[in-house]
């Protein structure tokens, strides 16, 4: 079961205390041939970014054998209004960060690849115990992400070798996409063979207490997560994790309303609700392995 109960630091801008030294910045042994050290960003360099033109390309790229889901996908808003990202509040969310961290050491993954990073809370919760290489899309989410090194690139066309990495972490990110199965072939792709990778959603049905006819589809929920984590790595590779339970407890209208514009719900969701209100979590974790 996950609970909320895991020291994981909030979304806000500065929540995040720096840690130096704590994770190898020498890693472009990793990347592929043209994708070079300057594109990541260390502690003392800024953050890089992939030409354009290749970023269009993996907006665009939809190989032929994974048709189009035909989903919205969950639009992000990191750099057009990055106040509601960070004011997101620990506990707010099903936490899969501390769960995922603790498998992957123990397994002894040696190089994690973080996708969609965001400010670095799944970097928080490895607390160094492994090497971690992460990338986002947003310039602001990376710009607030304290952990190094990181890299500005799309989950569709990630900059790294075949075969290179330990694990991959795919964390409340793949709803993001037009085609989630784009990125988690990609996460396929620069695994090492018997390595795992990570991905989760919540269900169409979470937060009933605030949204009783449910959340809009989009492409990656927990209602088809493990589908089409095993439409790429194979049914007999993929295992899932599910949860139902009262996980998060708002006291008062101000929490309602915050945890509301922190979930992209409109305020009126917020003001037809009575508080105290403890909210059903429902969702899934999804682990693949590569055969």
């Known amino acids: 079961m996950l609970t909320n109960t895991n ?3 909030s979304e806000g801008a500065g929540s995040i205390r720096p840690r130096t ?3 190898r910045t020498e890693t472009p042994a990793i ?3 043209g994708d070079t050290e300057r594109e990541v960003a260390g502690p003392r360099r800024e953050i890089g970014t992939f030409a354009d033109s290749r970023l269009r390309r993996a907006r ?3 190989p032929a054998e994974l048709p189009s889901l035909g989903m919205p996908t969950l639009g992000p808003d990191y750099d057009t209004d990055p106040e509601r990202s960070r004011s997101f509040q620990a506990g ?3 936490d ?3 769960p995922v961290a603790e498998r992957l050491v123990s397994d002894g993954v040696g190089l994690v690849l973080d996708v969609g990073c965001g400010i670095g809370r799944f970097g928080t919760a490895l607390q160094g115990r492994l090497t971690w290489l992460s990338l986002d899309e947003s310039p602001r989410q990376l710009a607030d992400c304290s952990h190094r090194p ?3 690139a799309h989950a569709a066309r990630l900059p790294i070798r075949n075969s290179s990495v330990g694990a991959v972490a795919m964390l409340w990110v793949l709803y993001h996409l037009d085609e989630p199965r784009d990125a988690v072939a990609e996460g396929r792709r620069v695994l090492r063979r018997g390595r795992l990778l990570a991905a989760c959603a919540s269900s169409r049905t979470n937060d009933p207490e605030l949204v009783p006819g449910g959340y809009p589809r989009t492409t990656f929920d927990a209602e088809e997560a493990a589908d089409i984590v095993s439409d790429v ?3 007999s590779n993929v295992e899932v994790e599910r949860w139902d339970a009262p996980l998060v407890h708002l006291d008062d209208r101000e929490e309602v309303a915050a945890y509301a514009r922190s979930h992209l719900l409109p305020p009126s969701v917020a003001e037809a609700v009575i508080p105290p209100v403890t909210l059903t979590k429902r969702g899934c974790l999804v682990w693949a392995r590569r055969p």
């Open 7 to 9: 020291p994981v630091p």
């Open 21 to 23: 030294g704590r994770h």
């Open 31 to 33: 990347f592929r041939p």
């Open 60 to 62: 665009t790229r939809r």
């Open 92 to 94: 707010w969310q099903e």
């Open 96 to 98: 899969v960060h501390g």
């Open 150 to 152: 990181v890299i500005r």
């Open 233 to 235: 790595f194979g049914v």
